[in-house]
């Protein structure tokens, strides 16, 4: 469905059928976004780099700690976003929380809200901090977009969480 209409975001995230569990739809469409987000990082190239983003901030209202430590740190943007990208994989394919993908057990499921909200930092540091970019991979993918809808549709996050502005990925005309 993405590949052939990624704007099409309400019907990207409707579960397929009634006999769908729920869970598992998030924990499949969390592991295709983390995909993706991976190619967000490819589209920054050498723009964020340790020199030109020595923290990671959405603005200059918004810093965050890496959680990747032991303790949670300052990290550089990039390798904030890397440990973040690379925390969600490392997550999502553990055997003991996820140990099928036909089901997610609703203990599970305590972990989708923190890894939505660390990932959706990346966005806001993205938007903020290389807006030519956001708007690029955003043109071409609505990633922004679906994954916004994604944390609102299943209350992943609180709609103040979202610091990106709605205007930047609306797809609606």
């Not at 055997?95 to 939505?116: E, G």
């Amino acid at each position: 469905m993405i590949r052939d209409n990624s704007s099409d975001i309400e019907r990207i995230y409707e579960l397929p059928s009634p006999d769908t569990d729920p869970l598992v739809w998030q924990y499949e469409h969390l592991r295709q976004f983390v995909v993706e987000f991976n190619m967000l990082l490819v589209a920054l190239g050498g723009e964020c780099t340790p020199e030109s983003c020595p923290k990671m901030t959405a603005s200059n209202e918004w810093q965050y700690l890496c959680a990747a430590h032991r303790k949670p740190q300052d990290c550089a943007a990039i390798d904030y976003m890397t440990h973040t990208i690379d925390g969600s994989t490392a997550l999502l394919t553990t055997a003991k929380p996820f140990a099928s993908r036909s089901q997610v057990p609703s203990s599970s499921a305590k972990y989708f809200q923190s890894m939505a909200r660390r990932l959706y930092r990346i966005f806001a540091h993205v938007y903020y901090h290389h807006r030519e970019t956001f708007d690029e991979v955003e043109a071409a993918t609505h990633l922004c977009a679906r994954f916004s809808h994604f944390v609102m549709h299943y209350k992943l996050m609180s709609p103040s969480m979202l610091l990106v502005p709605q205007e930047a990925y609306d797809t609606k005309p």
